[in-house]
């Protein structure tokens, strides 16, 4: 019943011509941002927060959300009509769609994306509704302790998720700590790393960084490898988007199977949406009766992990609502978005801004809805952005992030401030060190240290504190666990290797 | 390649050490519980562990593969340097002018496109940035000498 009446006060907010309008311009602006090479979520994201200053927090975050799911719809075009992923987590996408389209049957992939990510998401929404409430009240239960452990486990999870090299990996999200410390210390008053400059006194604005790392950082790395593909040659027309008798039954399970691997990856902090389309094609392939087929055009292989990433990039919304800590990059930036309009996201929300929630919630809806037919009937006029030269997207990007920049204290330290980051940025993805760890250090670094302080205070400087209380104990455990994974990968390779050399 | 993760990795050991020894000089326990400097130095001493790591593993790893220049990295330092300019005239030119003749420029350097479309973007870009960040969205950014 209490799940009817939220639904109701969510869409008589949703519903309104205003919000309409917010959740269609997100869903189309991440349709296109899907579709251009080298600009991803958190990025257009970013790009647009400093510009939203003045917008009804509610109105913004239903634009914003438009903008992270409709970009895995987006993503899709590219990877399937031209190989290159318009996106991460449509990079699995590439694999099957990309030979369904030169075997013709282009259009069937992509209606079979948009109907997978339409019955996945809306399956994704009904569980969030269900679930993030449950997990706001779960969470009121935590202290100190519990944050501090909370945000560990995630840290900690990130180098089970990100790069190649976990030990990039902690060095990037100490990094981000680091950052997150620059300005005045709360609690003391103490400048720190502040190193005279009164402008660091405040700290350094997350909006600067995100601009420069992933804005214009991601422009110098598209330069150096262009992102080419070559279009398909067949035509698109609209009686070639319907799916066969037998493309249906085969990819009506995945799509299901799909949908709650993105959901529950999706809930994972650091668990991200390409981590779930990556999971949704193995178990696909691993659960087919013809695992031969994958690769050369098997349906199954667009639909799974399609219906992952969307329903992942909604479930992502739970923990970023009901705890206040993002699982991804995209949820990161939005994050920052709240503390911007001076909201704290966490247990408190779903009471003191229900509004907010369910209107946000009940939001995702209608932006389904809209881009399944914007997939279906707009094909084409997306095709055609396919040809626009990098040169101008380039332009619109530093055109963005250097107004961006400007406008966060109306001064011109920041977008010298937001360049430097891009060159780090740049350098650190060049040098293998993943950027996503920084974000999530940074936009979680004071919850973390106010946290692990109020909790020690707590104990009078035990860590005992971190091990005695339940909730808190499961994580550390999960925490310690992940940062163990490398080392724990390592040694079951060892064992199976003298399995295979004494056989 | 090994040459660059090299530096990347002395780098990282150098701020992990900066880190150690800045925040050793902010109160490290207080009344108040832990201190300023409590977290920044672990967080130094995990950097400078972690770096450490990277060097070593970099010095007895024998394949390194990938090249850190590539062909087209003078291209993006081209750009790089054009962006520098563009931000040093930015305060004398104002950001529609001054932004829209980086992209200008850019497009005629990058893209190899004939000079009616370059400038024809151009002046789109100027009159866009006008009237969507200053008129409509009244962000208060600088408008040069020009005053436009």
């Known amino acids: 019943m209490e799940l009817l009446n939220n639904l109701y006060t969510g869409f008589s907010i949703a519903l309104t011509f205003n919000n309409i309008i917010y959740c269609l311009v997100g869903v189309l602006f991440g349709q296109i941002v899907g579709v251009l090479p080298g600009i991803g979520a958190p990025t257009a994201i970013a790009l647009l927060l400093p510009l939203t200053y003045s917008v009804n927090p509610t109105s913004a975050l239903i634009m914003f959300a438009g903008i992270y799911y409709g970009v895995a719809y ?117 400048p720190r790393f502040a190193f005279g400059f009164p402008q660091l006194f405040g700290g350094i604005d997350f909006i600067v960084i995100i601009c420069g790392m992933f804005g214009i950082a991601e422009v110098f790395s598209s330069i150096e490898e262009p992102e080419e593909g070559e279009l398909v040659k067949s035509k698109l027309q609209l009686r070639d988007l319907f799916l066969t008798w037998e493309e249906w039954i085969a990819s009506r399970w995945a799509i299901v199977r799909g949908g709650i691997i993105g959901f529950i990856v999706g809930i994972i902090p650091a668990g991200g949406i390409t981590t779930a389309s990556f999971l949704a094609y193995l178990a696909e392939k691993r659960a087919s009766k013809h695992p031969e087929l994958f690769g050369h055009g098997a349906i199954e292989g667009v639909a799974a992990p399609e219906s992952a990433n969307n329903s992942a990039s909604i479930s992502g919304f739970a923990p970023l609502l009901a705890l206040g800590v993002p699982g991804s990059p995209t949820t990161a930036v939005m994050l920052a978005g709240f503390m911007m309009w001076g909201i704290r996201p966490g247990p408190m929300l779903f009471k003191t801004n229900p509004d907010l929630v369910w209107g946000l919630i009940s939001s995702m809806y209608i932006g389904n809805v809209l881009l399944l037919l914007i997939n279906i009937f707009l094909i084409p006029a997306f095709v055609v952005m396919l040809r626009l030269p990098y040169t101008i ?103 199976r290797q003298t399995k295979v050399d004494t056989a | 390649m090994r040459i660059a993760d090299l530096i990347g990795g002395v780098v990282a050991l150098i701020l992990g050490v900066a880190v150690i020894y800045f925040s050793s000089q902010l109160e490290y326990y207080s009344e108040f519980g832990p201190g300023p400097g409590f977290l920044p130095l672990w967080v130094g001493i995990i950097i400078t562990a972690c770096a450490i790591y990277v060097i070593i593993n970099l010095l007895i790893k024998h394949r390194i593969t990938g090249e850190f220049f590539k062909p087209r990295t003078k291209l993006g330092l081209q750009i790089l340097i054009t962006i520098i300019i563009t931000f040093l005239v930015l305060p004398l030119l104002g950001f529609s002018i001054g932004l829209a003749l980086f992209i200008g420029v850019t497009m005629r350097m990058m893209g190899k496109h004939r000079w009616v479309p370059c400038g024809l973007t151009a002046i789109v870009t100027a009159i866009g940035i006008r009237l969507i960040f200053i008129s409509w969205l009244t962000i208060p950014l600088p408008r040069g000498l020009i005053g436009w």
């Open chain 1, 74 to 190: 987006g993503g899709t075009l590219t990877s399937v009509l031209i190989n290159v992923p318009g996106e991460s987590s449509t990079v699995m996408t590439c694999v099957d769609g990309y030979q369904m389209a030169l075997k013709g049957r282009a259009g069937a992939a992509l209606s079979v994306a948009a109907i997978g990510s339409f019955i996945a998401g809306t399956f994704s929404i009904i569980l969030l509704m269900a679930f993030a409430p449950a997990l706001a009240k779960f969470a009121l239960r935590f202290g100190p302790p519990e944050y501090f452990a909370l945000t560990a486990m995630a840290f900690g999870l990130l180098t089970v998720f990100g790069g190649e090299q976990p030990i990039k990996t902690i060095i990037s999200t100490m990094l981000g700590l680091l950052i997150a410390t620059i300005g005045l210390d709360v609690v003391s008053g103490m």
């Open chain 1, 393 to 495: 997207i380039m332009g619109f990007i530093i055109v963005f992030a250097s107004v961006g920049a400007y406008s966060v204290n109306n001064n011109f330290f920041d977008v010298w401030l937001m360049l430097g980051f891009a060159v780090l940025g740049y350098l650190m993805r060049k040098l293998q060190y993943p950027i996503v760890p920084l974000v999530l250090g940074l936009v979680l670094g004071n919850l973390s240290e106010n946290s692990l302080r109020q909790a020690l205070l707590i104990s009078g400087g035990t860590f005992s504190i971190f091990f005695t209380r339940p909730i808190s104990l499961l994580f550390v455990v999960v925490a310690i666990l992940a940062y163990l994974s490398p080392v724990i990968r390592w040694a079951l390779k060892g064992l």
